[in-house]
């Protein structure tokens, strides 16, 4: 595709422009009602280290949010390479997200994806209404790093992997 007008703010070129910023993929999950919930989000950004907050941003629209944002504590696993398909099946709108997914799910109710680089058990601090997205603040309450399992990178609308 050619360059675009300055002036061109529709929905399709601005998603075309900002998915020319690659980022993570994470999983934002936890147990409802005995049942498994989540969604995925390419969003995420660390706030502050102290109080340690992260942020990610979901859609007005989203019909999962709303099963999750009254849950107490919620699991954030940024995807690794090997999660092509998870990123595809938890960001779709139907089905069974953790089809096939290797999953861990605390007492406190926050669940994690397994072979993923990064656990963060969180909670809600705040959500700022942004446009059509509602930016999420969570403090994290504990932290798991795998060393060993690179990240998933979502850029230009294809997941990636980052070079060696």
């Known amino acids: 595709m050619g360059a675009m007008s300055e002036n061109d703010l529709s929905p399709t070129s601005l998603r075309e422009a900002f998915g020319h910023f690659p980022s993570g993929v994470i999983a934002i999950a936890a147990e409802v009602d005995g049942v498994l919930v989540g969604l995925a989000a390419s969003t995420?950004?660390?706030?502050?280290l102290d109080p340690?907050?992260?942020?990610?941003?979901?859609?007005?629209?989203s019909e999962t949010w709303p099963k999750l944002r009254d849950r107490p504590n919620l699991g954030i696993s940024l995807l690794?390479?090997?999660h092509d398909a998870a990123a595809r099946a938890l960001a779709a709108k139907t089905g069974d997200r953790f089809a096939g997914l290797d999953t861990h799910s605390?007492?406190?109710g926050a669940v994690f994806v397994?072979?993923?680089s990064v656990w963060l058990e969180s909670a809600i601090e705040q959500l700022i209404p942004a446009g059509d997205h509602t930016i999420v603040i969570l403090r994290v309450s504990d932290i798991t790093v795998h060393d060993d399992v690179p990240p998933?990178?979502?850029?230009r609308s294809t997941f990636?992997?980052?070079g060696v």
């Open 44 to 48: 995420f950004v660390p706030v502050s």
């Open 106 to 108: 605390r007492e406190s």
């Open 114 to 116: 397994g072979g993923t």
């Open 152 to 155: 998933i990178v979502f850029h």
């Open 160 to 162: 990636r992997r980052l």
């Open 80 to 82: 690794g390479e090997s």
């Open 52 to 61: 340690p907050l992260v942020s990610f941003c979901v859609q007005n629209t």
